[in-house]
Each structure stands twice: as structure tokens, then as C-alpha cells.
T-cell receptor
Framework: AQTVTQSQPEMSVQEAETVTLSCTYD???????LFWYKQPPSRQMILVIR??????QNATENRFSVNFQKAAKSFSLKISDSQLGDAAMYFC??????????????FGKGTKLSVKP | GAGVSQSPRYKVAKRGQDVALRCDPI?????LFWYQQALGQGPEFLTY????????KSGLPSDRFFAERPEGSVSTLKIQRTQQEDSAVYLC????????????????FGEGSRLTVL
């Protein structure tokens, strides 16, 4: 069974600094997606960044980038120039790249990120 | 609306009551998922619909949980004889199609319904 592990329940970063959130996963599959979602107090899951397993190049989205190490099954999120609005729960998630419910998202337990002004 | 809409946002039920939670997905989205998110945890899969067909209900924790999507759009999650352990946020998510041509794989989430069972 696939599992996703986030070993940092809470993290804190100073505004404008850089922070890295860790995620590891376990799977025997080779074709899958990895995601980082942000969940503010409003509870709506917002997609931050996505990585296709077959792509070697790390995904980037503005201030957000990932370090994807497929062999190590590691998928960390780096947030540069942290802003107060980045404060939220961050969830790492995995899903297989095919249809049906096998493609449903498997989430880690989350990391609560605080941003200090 | 343009996003996934869920109602009610908050529901307080006495133990033993039945509750119904509604999800209105993005128009045209084929796939619909329900997740349960306990306090301080990540969401966990409950059930999956492809149009009106419930293809997977393996995540439903007991036979008190029932979901339907009769016309392939709006979905309702019903919990009968609620128990305190049912207290959680129930998230609904939809996607165009998990194997859509763009291959984006993105699920769009609603804001969830927070259920508190007293």
C-alpha cells in the first residue's frame, strides 16, 4: 500500500526567509503524481505544486519549488521569500497516474507552517 | 459558481441523529471524491464516483455511511445514527477526469463541511 509521511508536524520561518518542508512516500509503482497542497483556516485545499514522477526536472511555481528524489522517494517543498500569507497547513499527497479510485489522493498528516513577521 | 461548493459548512448533531452533507462539483467534472479529515490529520478517502456510478466505497468506515450522486452532478454524503467518532471535516473534490487529455491530475476541493457530534 502507498503511504505518505511528513515528519515535521510544525515548522516556523521568518518573513522573507526560506523554509523547506519534508515528505517521503512509499510505493512500488513507477507512474504517479506528487502534490503539495496548502490548507488555510478556511479549510479549502489549494494546489501549490505538482510533480509527475516521469519528469526528472524539479517543478517550480514562482516562490515554490520541489526537490524530487525518485530513488529515495523524497519530495520536499521549498518556499522562498516567505510571506505572511504562506502560513497554513501543508499536505504532501500522492496519486497513481491512472483512472478510477486508484487515482485518488493519499495524503500525509500535514505540516503546520507559521510565518513570523 | 466556478468552484466546488459544499453545504452546510458547519453542522452540529446530537449523537444518534442522521445528517446529510451536500457537494456541488464543478460543472462537467466526471470524477467526484469524498474525504474525511479528522482534527490534526490529513484527509482520508471515503468514496469515489465516476458520473453517477459509485465505483469505490472501500473507505466508508461503516454501513452508517452512504453516498449517492444520482444524476452525475450533485452528491450527498449521508451519515445515519451519528457517533462522536464521526466528528470531522468532510471534504469533497472533483476533477474533469483522472485521465484527462491534459494529464493534470488535479483535484479541486470544496471548503468542507465540519461535523460535530455531541
Amino acid at each position: 500500500a502507498q503511504t505518505v509521511t511528513q515528519s515535521q508536524p510544525e515548522m516556523s520561518v521568518q518573513e522573507a526567509e526560506t523554509v523547506t518542508l519534508s515528505c517521503t512516500y512509499d510505493t512500488s509503482e513507477s507512474d504517479y503524481y506528487l502534490f503539495w497542497y496548502k490548507q488555510p483556516p478556511s479549510r479549502q485545499m489549494i494546489l501549490v505544486i505538482r510533480q509527475e514522477a516521469y519528469k526528472q526536472q524539479n517543478a517550480t511555481e514562482n516562490r515554490f519549488s520541489v526537490n524530487f528524489q525518485k530513488a529515495a522517494k523524497s519530495f520536499s517543498l521549498k518556499i522562498s521569500d516567505s510571506q505572511l500569507g504562506d502560513a497554513a497547513m501543508y499536505f504532501c499527497a500522492y496519486r497513481l497516474n491512472y483512472g478510477g479510485s486508484q487515482g485518488n489522493l493519499i495524503f500525509g498528516k500535514g505540516t503546520k507552517l507559521s510565518v513570523k513577521p | 459558481g466556478a468552484g466546488v461548493s459544499q453545504s452546510p459548512r458547519y453542522k452540529v448533531a446530537k449523537r444518534g441523529q442522521d445528517v446529510a452533507l451536500r457537494c456541488d462539483p464543478i460543472s462537467g467534472h466526471v470524477s467526484l471524491f469524498w474525504y474525511q479529515q479528522a482534527l490534526g490529520q490529513g484527509p482520508e478517502f471515503l468514496t469515489y464516483f465516476q458520473n453517477e456510478a459509485q465505483l469505490d466505497k472501500s473507505g466508508l468506515p461503516s454501513d452508517r455511511f452512504f453516498a449517492e450522486r444520482p444524476e452525475g452532478s450533485v452528491s450527498t454524503l449521508k451519515i445515519q445514527r451519528t457517533q462522536q467518532e464521526d466528528s470531522a471535516v468532510y471534504l469533497c473534490a472533483s476533477s474533469l477526469e483522472l485521465t484527462d487529455p491534459l494529464g493534470t491530475g488535479e483535484l479541486f476541493f470544496g471548503e468542507g463541511s465540519r461535523l460535530t457530534v455531541l
